[in-house]
């Protein structure tokens, strides 16, 4: 399935400064549940529920044409201070405030990638926007066990110069 888009579907937003814990998964994508699964884990013990604390996910890279063991995806959470014990894989962050690309995407996580290549190879090109070097990230509005996958809500954010 393909997802039509158009200009207009892209809006350009000022996004606020916000201070992150990320989780840096580098391997493989078919290990990515279990990093998510760390993650989870690592929430609950910190009482850092999607309740209370707003979700992310950073792309630092394509899957498509990124070498499997080069590939690198930060799963985030919002944090309001730096006292939290973190593992390796874990770092405090901060997504900078500044212009970005939004489009707000409901349904399937697999439909994602149509919306992410949409802004990449289309809309930079047609609206002389250029990206900014922070990377391109989700916000995981409406999501997990109980929410169907036709009723899951991701913000898609591209940071622009």
């Given amino acids: ?8 579907d892209v809006e350009i937003v000022d996004f606020s400064q916000l201070h992150v814990v990320i989780l840096t998964h580098q391997g493989s994508p078919r290990a990515l549940p279990l990093s998510i699964q ?13 309740n209370n604390s707003r979700t992310f996910n950073f792309m630092y890279d394509d899957p498509r044409v990124t070498d499997e063991a080069q590939y690198r995806l ?6 309001n201070n730096q006292e939290y014990s973190l593992p390796e894989n874990m770092h405090f962050d901060t997504i900078p405030s500044g212009r970005c690309a939004y489009i707000r995407h409901i349904g399937a996580e697999y439909l994602l990638s149509d919306k992410i290549t949409y802004l990449f190879n289309h809309w930079l090109e047609a609206t002389e926007n250029t990206p ?6 989700f916000e995981r509005v409406s999501f997990g066990e ?6 899951m809500i991701t913000d898609i954010y591209l940071p622009l110069n």
């Fill in 38 to 50: 760390n993650f989870i884990a690592w929430r609950k013990s910190n009482r850092l529920s999607p």
């Fill in 132 to 137: 900014a070097k922070f990377p391109l990230f």
């Fill in 74 to 79: 930060g799963l985030g959470v919002e944090v």
């Fill in 146 to 151: 109980q929410v169907t996958e036709a009723e």
């Fill in 1 to 8: 399935m393909h997802v039509n888009l158009n200009l207009s």
